[in-house]
């Protein structure tokens, strides 16, 4: 009877100290994420990001309607979505492109470019996979970019999955002929209204020795069905036909680029699609960014 007591009391008293000290050990006791109160595990390095291209004189910003999409946010997340400035005039340009103008060569853009990714993969901004969505002549730099150096890109550790081009000149811009044409008389009132054309505009003239070369062979290299080292790209290009822009007349175009300029015409993994507004707002009109998502998602 005495030992049961004994018992018992000594039952109480444990119970009565591991009361008063346990709390005081137990979130030491925890680990995070076992829903203790812990704090949570970090969250999984981005697996893919999504590198957002510009055409000739703009700059990062002009793809905020896009980063702004819900549903690129669900898929992407705010920080895996990257736009970059690659004019040195614009301050948020990285250190690679601090040399460029638009009298610079775009397929000195895209050996920039290619560093850039290189040094972005190597500091964490950028993933071991890659979708990229350019304007105008970003789509060019890219091309140019993958077409020259994507086995130094892939041996870098970095894979392009999709390139998606909106906008893009890939046969060339029969304006900028028209506009070298007109210049051609020096006349004062011509350049006041239409401009002149920079060393860029004149690599996007139609039959221009940088598009001959660029078209040359296959235009959609290391696209995913190819039977070659490095089959890793979906090519996807979306093209402009505003019916009501009368300058365009009989083909179809967006004011700047007819629909036939905006075509790559190797067909392997090709999709090709079409959008009713103005060049300066096609990568911003809504019905063009759901054909886009849904492809970078579902392809």
Request: proline share 5%.
């Amino acid at each position: 009877m005495k030992s049961s007591k004994k018992f018992l009391g000594f039952t109480l008293i444990l119970m009565f100290t591991v009361g008063i000290f346990l709390p005081a050990f137990a979130p030491a006791m925890l680990t995070p994420g076992d829903g203790g109160g812990g704090a949570p595990p970090p969250p999984p390095p981005p697996t893919k990001t999504l590198l957002l291209i510009h055409g000739k004189s703009d700059q990062a910003s002009t793809w905020n309607t896009l980063r702004a999409r819900q549903d690129f946010i669900d898929y992407y997340g705010s920080a895996n979505m990257v736009a970059i400035s690659y004019y040195s005039s614009r301050a948020d340009h990285p250190s690679q492109f601090n040399s460029v103008t638009v009298d610079t060569s775009i397929r000195t853009i895209g050996y920039y470019m290619k560093n850039y990714i290189i040094w972005a993969h190597q500091q964490g901004i950028i993933a071991d996979e890659l979708d990229i969505v350019c304007h105008s002549m970003g789509g060019l730099v890219i091309r140019s970019m993958i077409k020259d150096y994507y086995p130094t890109i892939k041996n870098a550790g970095i894979t392009i999955k999709h390139y998606c081009s909106i906008a893009t000149p890939h046969q060339g811009v029969n304006l900028a002929n028209l506009r070298e044409l007109l210049n051609f008389f020096d006349d004062p009132l011509v350049k006041l209204l239409i401009g002149e054309n920079n060393y860029q505009d004149r690599q996007m003239m139609t039959g221009s020795s940088f598009l001959a070369n660029l078209n040359s062979g296959e235009d959609t290299p290391y696209s995913r069905s190819d039977a070659t080292a490095y089959s890793d790209i979906n090519w996807m290009t979306i093209r402009g036909d505003v019916w009501w822009i009368v300058w365009m007349w009989p083909h179809g175009g967006d004011g700047l680029v007819y629909d036939h300029e905006a075509i790559l015409k190797d067909g392997n993994d090709l999709l090709q699609y079409e959008y009713s507004v103005v060049h300066q707002f096609a990568h911003r009109e809504s019905v063009t960014l759901n054909r886009v998502i849904y492809n970078l998602k579902n392809l």
